[in-house]
């Protein structure tokens, strides 16, 4: 079976069927990374780079590993030593990537909307990486299978989001996801980080945290986007912390055990405390790892289509 789309530009593009198979690839791929060699020959014709205009650990280099264990060739561009400096423009910079004979671009880069000019631009497939505060679909995809993985299924499961919504890329493609796989969605934070439009989602709002947490079965702890807010959007970050902030504490007043899930980087001591993330049982790190796998998925299943 192939994809239904061509590029990953977001998930709002995205099938369930789609998204089925990404996860059963994916439950594939993780017991490849899980093995002695770590490594398959599949996509040693494909030529992928990797376009970073914007900072990132876990993204950038769990895309590079799921290229290198899929023996994929990569180059790696990070504009902040690259001629951007010197005034180039993103669709020359991208055209003379691809005159290098690219077969796929993976593209992080602040503004909304860039994975999106690129697919109308040019002949390589386009997966976006996360684009300013619009979509990051990848990271969507590695929290859902992570959730199925711990639950068994999505149907019917009760999803929160806590923290800085109106910034987080992450939510949008969280709800979006989820939502396809039949979840119910709500979000918890200080209202001037709940986008107003929320509720047109079909997402509920509740800005008590303890009764949101009482009603979750998973929480999804979202980091506070400081360098996306001119001024900050509340008093302080102990303000923050005291108020939305997760931590033992709060958990302990809970009657049952939920999930919790954050897709870093942390700011410990704000969004959540560190005892929660060290946790023996966190599976925080689990999503890291989950995200190599999801990653070999979609560009094993997204090169199919070059190839035919
Ligand atoms: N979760 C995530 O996108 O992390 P990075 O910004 O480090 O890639």
Redesign the pocket.
């Known amino acids: 079976m192939n994809l239904s789309v061509k590029n990953l530009i977001g998930i709002k593009d995205l099938s369930v069927t789609d998204i089925n198979l990404i996860f059963e690839s994916a439950i594939d791929f993780k017991s490849v990374i899980n093995r002695p060699i770590k490594k398959v020959p599949t996509l040693r014709d494909l030529t992928v780079a990797n376009v970073f205009f914007e900072?990132?650990?876990?993204?950038?280099l769990?895309f590079e590993l799921a290229q290198k264990r899929l023996s994929a060739d990569i180059i790696n561009f990070s504009s902040n030593n690259s001629s951007v400096n010197k005034g180039e423009s993103l669709v020359d910079t991208i055209n003379n990537i691809i005159s290098m004979k690219i077969d796929m671009v993976v593209i992080?880069h602040p503004n909304v909307g860039v994975p999106h000019l690129l697919k109308d631009k040019i002949e390589s497939v386009i997966i976006n990486?996360?684009d300013g505060t619009h979509e990051?679909p990848t990271?969507a995809l590695l929290d859902a299978f992570t959730i199925k993985e711990n639950l068994g299924k999505l149907k019917g499961k009760k999803i929160l989001l806590v923290g800085d919504i109106i910034h987080s890329r992450?939510a949008l493609s969280n709800i979006f996801c989820l939502q396809k796989l039949g979840a119910k969605i709500m979000v918890a934070g200080p209202p001037t980080l709940i986008p107003k439009y929320i509720k047109d989602l079909g997402v509920q709002v509740e800005y008590d945290i303890l009764k949101a947490l009482k009603w979750c079965d998973v929480a999804n702890i979202l980091r506070i986007q400081l360098e996306r807010m001119k001024t900050h959007s509340f008093p302080s970050n102990r303000e923050y912390n005291l108020f939305y902030g997760l931590d033992s504490n709060l958990i302990s007043k809970l009657s049952k055990d939920i999930l919790i899930l954050h897709?870093?980087?942390i700011n410990r001591g704000i969004e959540i405390s560190s005892e929660l993330v060290d946790n023996e049982d966190s599976i925080i790190l689990d999503q890291v790892e989950n995200g190599v796998a999801i990653r070999m998925a979609i560009i094993y299943l997204l090169s199919k289509h070059i190839n035919n």
């Open positions: 900072n990132s650990t876990r993204t950038k769990s992080r990486a996360g990051h990271q992450v897709p870093g980087p």
